[in-house]
Protein backbone atom coordinates (compact mmCIF):
# COMPACT_ATOMS: atom_id res chain seq x y z
CA UNK A 1 0.00 0.00 0.00
CA UNK A 2 1.35 3.27 -0.85
CA UNK A 3 1.68 6.04 1.82
CA UNK A 4 -0.09 9.13 0.24
CA UNK A 5 0.78 11.95 3.08
CA UNK A 6 -0.99 15.58 2.83
CA UNK A 7 0.39 18.69 4.85
CA UNK A 8 -2.17 21.38 5.80
CA UNK A 9 -1.19 24.22 7.63
CA UNK A 10 -0.75 28.05 7.78
CA UNK A 11 2.31 29.63 6.30
CA UNK A 12 5.20 29.01 8.87
CA UNK A 13 3.42 26.50 10.27
CA UNK A 14 6.51 24.07 9.26
CA UNK A 15 5.31 21.89 6.79
CA UNK A 16 8.25 22.03 4.41
CA UNK A 17 10.18 21.21 7.55
CA UNK A 18 8.38 18.16 8.45
CA UNK A 19 7.69 16.99 5.02
CA UNK A 20 11.35 17.13 4.08
CA UNK A 21 11.62 14.54 7.31
CA UNK A 22 8.72 12.60 6.52
CA UNK A 23 9.84 11.92 3.38
CA UNK A 24 13.25 11.05 3.79
CA UNK A 25 12.24 8.87 6.90
CA UNK A 26 9.47 6.97 4.54
CA UNK A 27 11.50 6.97 1.50
CA UNK A 28 9.22 8.98 -0.76
CA UNK A 29 9.56 12.00 -2.54
CA UNK A 30 8.50 15.51 -1.43
CA UNK A 31 6.05 17.75 -3.44
CA UNK A 32 6.41 21.01 -2.48
CA UNK A 33 4.66 23.15 -4.85
CA UNK A 34 5.95 26.05 -3.45
CA UNK A 35 9.72 24.74 -3.87
CA UNK A 36 8.30 23.48 -7.56
CA UNK A 37 7.63 27.46 -8.35
CA UNK A 38 10.93 29.05 -7.06
CA UNK A 39 12.78 26.47 -9.28
CA UNK A 40 10.72 27.75 -12.33
CA UNK A 41 11.54 31.43 -10.99
CA UNK A 42 14.68 30.82 -10.66
CA UNK A 43 15.18 29.07 -14.48
CA UNK A 44 13.92 32.47 -15.56
CA UNK A 45 10.84 30.90 -18.01
CA UNK A 46 8.05 32.44 -19.10
CA UNK A 47 5.97 30.88 -16.93
CA UNK A 48 8.70 31.21 -14.27
CA UNK A 49 8.29 35.12 -14.39
CA UNK A 50 4.60 34.93 -14.07
CA UNK A 51 4.72 33.09 -11.04
CA UNK A 52 7.14 34.91 -10.05
CA UNK A 53 4.72 38.17 -10.03
CA UNK A 54 1.88 36.78 -8.63
CA UNK A 55 4.42 34.97 -5.74
CA UNK A 56 5.34 38.21 -4.93
CA UNK A 57 1.95 39.62 -4.02
CA UNK A 58 1.77 36.55 -1.88
CA UNK A 59 -1.95 35.64 -3.77
CA UNK A 60 -2.10 32.05 -5.41
CA UNK A 61 -0.97 30.50 -8.94
CA UNK A 62 -4.22 29.49 -10.63
CA UNK A 63 -5.95 25.87 -9.81
CA UNK A 64 -5.26 25.00 -13.32
CA UNK A 65 -1.91 25.30 -13.63
CA UNK A 66 -1.34 24.21 -9.94
CA UNK A 67 -2.78 21.02 -10.70
CA UNK A 68 -0.98 20.33 -14.21
CA UNK A 69 1.66 20.58 -12.07
CA UNK A 70 0.82 18.19 -9.50
CA UNK A 71 -1.06 15.70 -11.85
CA UNK A 72 2.62 15.34 -13.44
CA UNK A 73 4.62 15.13 -10.71
CA UNK A 74 2.29 12.27 -9.14
CA UNK A 75 2.64 10.28 -12.29
CA UNK A 76 6.31 9.81 -11.79
CA UNK A 77 7.17 6.36 -10.69
CA UNK A 78 8.81 7.55 -7.71
CA UNK A 79 5.53 8.94 -6.64
CA UNK A 80 4.18 5.37 -6.94
CA UNK A 81 4.96 4.16 -3.20
CA UNK A 82 3.59 7.48 -1.98
CA UNK A 83 4.33 11.51 -1.55
CA UNK A 84 4.15 13.97 1.09
CA UNK A 85 2.39 17.31 -0.76
CA UNK A 86 3.87 20.63 1.14
CA UNK A 87 1.39 23.57 -0.08
CA UNK A 88 -0.85 21.49 -2.28
CA UNK A 89 -3.89 21.76 -2.16
CA UNK A 90 -4.39 25.09 -1.29
CA UNK A 91 -8.45 25.50 -2.54
CA UNK A 92 -11.11 23.22 -2.25
CA UNK A 93 -11.36 23.56 -6.38
CA UNK A 94 -7.58 21.95 -5.55
CA UNK A 95 -9.07 19.19 -3.19
CA UNK A 96 -11.32 17.97 -5.50
CA UNK A 97 -9.09 17.59 -8.49
CA UNK A 98 -6.65 16.10 -6.15
CA UNK A 99 -9.61 13.80 -5.28
CA UNK A 100 -9.82 12.64 -9.20
CA UNK A 101 -5.89 12.43 -9.35
CA UNK A 102 -6.50 9.73 -6.69
CA UNK A 103 -9.16 7.59 -8.19
CA UNK A 104 -7.65 4.13 -8.15
CA UNK A 105 -4.56 5.27 -5.71
CA UNK A 106 -4.52 4.40 -1.76
CA UNK A 107 -6.28 7.18 0.07
CA UNK A 108 -5.06 10.39 1.08
CA UNK A 109 -3.34 10.97 5.09
CA UNK A 110 -4.19 14.58 5.66
CA UNK A 111 -2.25 15.73 8.54
CA UNK A 112 -2.79 19.42 9.63
CA UNK A 113 -0.12 21.27 11.62
CA UNK A 114 -1.43 23.85 13.51
CA UNK A 115 0.36 26.99 15.09
CA UNK A 116 -1.44 30.41 16.35
CA UNK A 117 -1.11 33.53 14.16
CA UNK A 118 1.78 35.26 16.39
CA UNK A 119 4.50 32.60 16.50
CA UNK A 120 3.43 32.35 12.74
CA UNK A 121 4.49 35.89 12.00
CA UNK A 122 7.55 35.68 14.45
CA UNK A 123 8.86 32.72 12.45
CA UNK A 124 8.31 33.70 8.64
CA UNK A 125 10.18 37.22 9.86
CA UNK A 126 13.02 35.45 11.16
CA UNK A 127 13.15 32.56 8.37
CA UNK A 128 15.96 32.26 5.80
CA UNK A 129 16.40 30.00 2.27
CA UNK A 130 19.15 28.72 0.94
CA UNK A 131 19.91 30.46 -2.43
CA UNK A 132 21.23 27.38 -3.69
CA UNK A 133 19.46 24.54 -2.40
CA UNK A 134 16.57 26.23 -1.15
CA UNK A 135 16.04 24.06 1.72
CA UNK A 136 15.42 26.56 4.64
CA UNK A 137 17.11 25.66 8.25
CA UNK A 138 15.32 26.72 10.95
CA UNK A 139 15.22 30.07 12.11
CA UNK A 140 18.79 31.13 13.97
CA UNK A 141 20.49 34.18 13.37
CA UNK A 142 23.95 32.79 14.14
CA UNK A 143 23.50 29.63 11.13
CA UNK A 144 25.73 32.00 8.45
CA UNK A 145 25.41 29.88 5.74
CA UNK A 146 23.09 26.55 4.91
CA UNK A 147 23.81 23.00 6.84
CA UNK A 148 23.38 21.27 3.43
CA UNK A 149 25.23 22.68 0.91
CA UNK A 150 27.20 25.76 2.83
CA UNK A 151 24.75 27.99 0.19
CA UNK A 152 24.45 31.69 1.17
CA UNK A 153 20.82 32.18 3.32
CA UNK A 154 18.69 34.96 2.31
CA UNK A 155 15.38 35.93 3.34
CA UNK A 156 12.29 34.56 0.72
CA UNK A 157 11.09 37.90 -1.21
CA UNK A 158 7.57 36.47 0.27
CA UNK A 159 8.83 36.75 3.99
CA UNK A 160 8.18 40.29 4.30
CA UNK A 161 5.79 42.04 6.52
CA UNK A 162 3.30 43.52 3.72
CA UNK A 163 3.47 40.20 2.03
CA UNK A 164 2.74 37.71 5.01
CA UNK A 165 -0.55 39.93 5.87
CA UNK A 166 -1.56 39.17 2.42
CA UNK A 167 -0.56 35.58 2.91
CA UNK A 168 -2.55 34.79 5.83
CA UNK A 169 -5.33 36.57 4.35
CA UNK A 170 -5.41 34.17 1.59
CA UNK A 171 -4.85 31.32 3.67
CA UNK A 172 -8.15 32.41 5.68
CA UNK A 173 -9.95 32.50 2.78
CA UNK A 174 -8.60 29.91 0.44
CA UNK A 175 -7.03 27.08 2.40
CA UNK A 176 -8.46 27.28 5.91
CA UNK A 177 -11.95 25.66 4.40
CA UNK A 178 -9.76 22.59 3.39
CA UNK A 179 -9.77 21.51 7.54
CA UNK A 180 -13.64 21.57 7.07
CA UNK A 181 -13.17 19.78 3.58
CA UNK A 182 -10.83 16.99 4.87
CA UNK A 183 -11.84 17.19 8.81
CA UNK A 184 -14.80 14.85 7.91
CA UNK A 185 -12.32 12.04 6.99
CA UNK A 186 -11.27 9.16 9.00
CA UNK A 187 -7.62 9.53 7.68
CA UNK A 188 -7.41 13.13 8.91
CA UNK A 189 -5.39 14.38 12.22
CA UNK A 190 -4.34 17.45 13.20
CA UNK A 191 -1.16 17.97 14.78
CA UNK A 192 0.42 20.19 17.71
CA UNK A 193 2.94 22.14 15.53
CA UNK A 194 4.73 24.64 18.19
CA UNK A 195 7.11 22.52 19.93
CA UNK A 196 10.56 21.69 18.76
CA UNK A 197 10.88 20.03 15.30
CA UNK A 198 11.96 16.46 16.90
CA UNK A 199 8.57 16.65 18.65
CA UNK A 200 6.27 17.30 15.92
CA UNK A 201 7.93 14.81 13.69
CA UNK A 202 7.38 12.24 16.68
CA UNK A 203 3.33 13.39 16.59
CA UNK A 204 3.19 13.19 12.69
CA UNK A 205 4.68 9.73 12.62
CA UNK A 206 2.58 8.41 15.70
CA UNK A 207 -0.46 9.57 13.46
CA UNK A 208 0.61 7.83 10.24
CA UNK A 209 1.30 4.80 12.04
CA UNK A 210 -2.12 5.32 13.47
CA UNK A 211 -3.78 5.84 10.35
CA UNK A 212 -1.39 4.70 7.28
CA UNK A 213 -0.26 0.68 5.91
CA UNK A 214 1.80 -0.61 7.65
CA UNK A 215 5.86 -0.74 7.04
CA UNK A 216 5.31 -4.22 5.99
CA UNK A 217 2.36 -3.53 3.90
CA UNK A 218 4.18 -0.71 2.06
CA UNK A 219 7.13 -2.48 1.58
CA UNK A 220 4.60 -6.12 0.03
CA UNK A 221 3.50 -3.39 -1.64
CA UNK A 222 6.47 -1.92 -3.54
CA UNK A 223 8.07 -5.20 -4.06
CA UNK A 224 5.12 -6.45 -6.47
P1 LIG B 1 4.96 28.05 -0.20
O1 LIG B 1 6.41 27.81 -0.39
O2 LIG B 1 4.15 26.77 -0.11
O3 LIG B 1 4.67 29.00 0.93
O4 LIG B 1 4.44 28.78 -1.54
C1 LIG B 1 4.93 30.05 -1.92
C2 LIG B 1 3.99 30.70 -2.90
O5 LIG B 1 3.87 29.89 -4.08
C3 LIG B 1 2.56 30.88 -2.41
O6 LIG B 1 2.40 32.05 -1.63
C4 LIG B 1 1.80 30.95 -3.73
O7 LIG B 1 1.97 32.21 -4.36
C5 LIG B 1 2.52 29.92 -4.58
N1 LIG B 1 1.94 28.56 -4.43
C6 LIG B 1 2.53 27.47 -3.88
N2 LIG B 1 1.70 26.40 -3.90
C7 LIG B 1 0.56 26.82 -4.47
C8 LIG B 1 -0.69 26.21 -4.77
N3 LIG B 1 -0.94 24.92 -4.45
N4 LIG B 1 -1.64 26.96 -5.37
C9 LIG B 1 -1.42 28.24 -5.70
N5 LIG B 1 -0.28 28.90 -5.43
C10 LIG B 1 0.72 28.20 -4.84
Do not use: W
Request: proline share 7%; glycine share 8%; charged share 25%.
Amino acid sequence: MALNLIMLGPPGAGKGTQAARLAARHRIPHVSTGDILREAVQRGSEFGRAAQAVMASGHLVSDDIMVGIVRERLDRPDAQPGFVLDGFPRTVAQATALDGLMAGRDPLIVLEVAVEEDELRRRLLSRTICVDCGSSPTADPSIASCPQCGGRLVQRADDEERVIRERFAVYARDTRPLVDYYRVRPTFRAIDGRGPVADVTKALDAAIDALGPSPRARNAGSAT
